[in-house]
T-cell receptor, first 111, second 111 residues
Framework: AQSVTQPDIHITVSEGASLELRCNYS??????LFWYVQSPGQGLQLLLK??????LVQGIKGFEAEFKRSQSSFNLRKPSVHWSDAAEYFC?????????FGTGTRLTVIP | DGGITQSPKYLFRKEGQNVTLSCEQN?????MYWYRQDPGQGLRLIYY???????QKGDIAEGYSVSREKKESFPLTVTSAQKNPTAFYLC??????????FGPGTRLLVL
């Protein structure tokens, strides 16, 4: 069965520091993987996606993610966090008919 | 300007009342989805539709109903059978299996 695990419920970083949000998945084949961001009371915005090819994927707002098949991971990274990055981040993978989401990681940015 | 709209932004339901949440898209996407979001639980799929006049139950369909009479519209009705309807409801659409784009959400509260 497919599943997505985001081990960190809440992460706090200082503005300007680097960021890595973890995502592990379980899927029988090569998955389609996504990272979405959600500001409070808003919908989800797509940050980036991996379908195939280069395992390092660039997204919007300076984010990138690396697909590692051997570790079943798709971690999200940003070299320097801005205060506006404070939000909730969701990793997801595509099943047969829909997306499976992790439970999210809430990011707090300290000035 | 293409996108997904949801209305209303806030909705209040009285005991025993059915309420309908609107979702419209002008992206010409075939597939549409409804998710429920509760704190700490990520997003859970309620219903999805891959084509007009056809829809399937998701993981938590009990107490909900949908229709898909037009490609652009996928309204969700929260019936009186749904005993715990307070949540944030998100509608999404996709061109095919893969990237889903989300609306801004509707917050449903029980009076």
């Amino acid at each position: 069965a497919q599943s997505v695990t985001q081990p960190d419920i809440h992460i706090t970083v200082s503005e300007g520091a680097s960021l890595e949000l973890r995502c592990n998945y379980s899927y029988g084949a090569t998955p389609y993987l996504f990272w979405y961001v959600q500001s409070p009371g808003q919908g989800l915005q797509l940050l980036l996606k991996y379908f195939s090819g280069d395992t390092l994927v660039q997204g919007i707002k300076g984010f990138e993610a690396e697909f590692k098949r051997s570790q079943s991971s798709f971690n999200l990274r940003k070299p320097s966090v801005h205060w506006s990055d404070a939000a909730e981040y969701f990793c997801a993978l595509t099943g047969a008919n829909n997306l499976f989401f992790g439970t999210g990681t809430r990011l707090t940015v300290i000035p | 300007d293409g996108g997904i709209t949801q209305s209303p932004k806030y909705l209040f339901r009285k005991e025993g009342q059915n309420v309908t949440l609107s979702c419209e898209q002008n992206l010409n996407h075939d597939a549409m989805y409804w998710y429920r979001q509760d704190p700490g639980q990520g997003l859970r799929l309620i219903y999805y539709s891959q084509i007009v006049n056809d829809f399937q139950k998701g993981d938590i369909a009990e107490g909900y109903s949908v229709s898909r009479e037009k490609k652009e519209s996928f309204p969700l009705t929260v019936t009186s059978a749904q005993k715990n309807p307070t949540a944030f409801y998100l509608c999404a659409s996709s061109a095919s299996i893969g990237t889903q784009y989300f609306g801004p959400g509707t917050r449903l509260l029980v009076l």
